[in-house]
C-alpha cells in the first residue's frame, strides 16, 4: 500500500545530542510536511517543501532544519534538543494543497 | 483570536446518541476543510473533508459547513466507545499555502 512511513518510531537522545528524524514517501505526492506535536495541544507546522521550494515558518527555532534530497524522503534535523523539544514529530504529504496524510509520527524523548 | 478555534472539551456522549463537534475559523477565504481524528499516541487521520456549503455524509459522519458564518461540524451519528478520540478541525487557509489545525476536541463515548 502506498503510504508514508517515519523513521524512528521512538527515539530518545540526550539534551544536546543531534537527532534525525526521516520521512518516506510512496504516494508520489509534491509537497511533505514537518509538523511537531506536544501533548494536548495542535499539530504545529514547523516547515515544508513544495516540491524543491523550502518554506520555514517564521517561529520555527534555527535548531531545526530540514532536507529533501528527492521527491520521496525528507529528514529533519534537530542539531541541539532541548527538553522542550520532546514531543511527537508527524511527517505528512498532501498533492499541492491538499488533505494531508500522515505518517505514524516520530516520538522524541529528551534525557 | 486563534486561527481555528474549537471547544477543547472533554465533550461526554452515551453511547448510540449523536456527538455534534463545532469549529470556527478567522480567514474568510478559506476554502477547505477537513477532520482529523486522533488516537492517543498515534497520528491524526482524515475522517471528511469539506469544500462547498452544506452537508456532506459518509457513513456515521457527517460535515457541515457554513462559510458565512465561518464555522464547520462535524456529526458522529451512532456513537460507539471506538469514536473515542481527539477530533482536530484543519483549514486551509486563502493564499492555499498550508494548512492549519485547531486544537483539538476530545471526545469520550461512555457506555
Known amino acids: 500500500d502506498a503510504m508514508v512511513i517515519q523513521n524512528p518510531r521512538y527515539q530518545v537522545t540526550q539534551f544536546g545530542k543531534p537527532v534525525t528524524l526521516s520521512c518516506s514517501q510512496t504516494?508520489?505526492?509534491?509537497?511533505m510536511y514537518w509538523y511537531q506535536q506536544k501533548s494536548s495541544q495542535a499539530p504545529k507546522l514547523l516547515f515544508h517543501?513544495?516540491?524543491?521550494?523550502?518554506?520555514n515558518e517564521a517561529d520555527t527555532p534555527d535548531n531545526f532544519q530540514s532536507r529533501r534530497p528527492n521527491t520521496s524522503f525528507c529528514f529533519l534535523d534537530i542539531r541541539s534538543p532541548g527538553l522542550g523539544d520532546a514531543a511527537m514529530y508527524l511527517c505528512a504529504t498532501s498533492r499541492a494543497a491538499g488533505e494531508l496524510f500522515f505518517g505514524e509520527g516520530s516520538r522524541l524523548t529528551v534525557l | 483570536q486563534k486561527e481555528v478555534e474549537q471547544n477543547s472539551g472533554p465533550l461526554s456522549v452515551p453511547e448510540g446518541a449523536i456527538a455534534s463537534l463545532n469549529c470556527t475559523y478567522s480567514?474568510?477565504?478559506?476554502?477547505?476543510f477537513f477532520w482529523y481524528r486522533q488516537y492517543s499516541g498515534k497520528s491524526p487521520e482524515l475522517i471528511m473533508s469539506?469544500?462547498?456549503?452544506g452537508d456532506k455524509e459518509d457513513g456515521r459522519f457527517t460535515a457541515q459547513l457554513n462559510k458565512a458564518s465561518q464555522y464547520v461540524s462535524l456529526l458522529i451519528r451512532d456513537s460507539q466507545p471506538s469514536d473515542s478520540a481527539t477530533y482536530l478541525c484543519?483549514?486551509?487557509?486563502?493564499?492555499?499555502?498550508?494548512?492549519?489545525f485547531g486544537s483539538g476536541t476530545r471526545l469520550s463515548i461512555r457506555p
Open positions: 517543501y513544495y516540491d524543491k521550494d523550502f518554506n
Open positions: 504516494l508520489n505526492h509534491n509537497v
Open positions: 484543519a483549514v486551509i487557509n486563502s493564499s492555499a499555502s498550508k494548512i492549519i
Open positions: 480567514d474568510r477565504g478559506s476554502q477547505s
Open positions: 469539506i469544500y462547498s456549503n
